[in-house]
Structure formats: structure tokens, C-alpha cells
């Protein structure tokens, strides 16, 4: 009777100890500490590739700059005059 007394506590405290490790967690976790650099690089990576992608060409700086011109030419009601306004207005211009 005393060694079953003795080694019950002793399975118990065995088998508890595995699952108590597996409840520490790690002080630093690498991969998820530089997932917001990640992040941060690829967004500023996107908005250079936007601010050159937005940077109108000498093609579209002359068309822009004749637009009153076209406005007189064909009316202000003209689809191809819109639509040259919407693109001059999508490139800043």
C-alpha cells in the first residue's frame, strides 16, 4: 500500500509536466516581430510604384495643355473631350 501511495504522485506529476511546457510561450517571436516591417516595406514599396505610375508623360502634358482648344473645336458635350478630361484629371493635369 505505501508504494502504490508513492507512485501515484509521482505518474501524476510525470504527466503533467509535458503539458505544462507546452503552455510557455516564447519571449520573442521573430517571424511575427518583423511581419509589420514586412508590412510597413511592401506599402511604401506600392505607393513609389503609385507616385511614378501617376507622373504624366510629355504625350499627355501637350494633349492636357489642348484641351480649350479641342473644347472649342468640338463642343464641351464631345465623349472624346470627357474622356480626355477624365485621363488628364487621373494624372493630375
Do not use: H, S, W
Not at 14 to 29: K, N, S
Not at 48 to 68: G, K, L, S, V, Y
Amino acid at each position: 500500500m505505501p508504494f502504490r501511495r508513492t507512485l501515484v504522485p509521482i505518474l501524476i506529476a510525470l504527466g503533467a509536466a509535458p503539458t505544462r511546457a507546452q503552455d510557455i510561450q516564447p519571449v520573442f517571436d521573430l517571424p511575427t516581430m518583423a511581419q509589420g516591417q514586412v508590412i510597413g516595406a511592401t506599402a511604401r514599396a506600392q505607393a513609389a510604384r503609385d507616385a511614378r505610375r501617376r507622373q504624366p508623360t510629355p504625350d499627355q502634358i501637350t494633349a492636357c495643355a489642348q484641351r480649350p482648344r479641342f473644347r472649342r473645336q468640338y463642343g464641351p458635350d464631345n465623349p472624346k473631350l470627357r474622356q480626355l478630361e477624365g485621363l488628364c484629371r487621373g494624372v493630375g493635369l
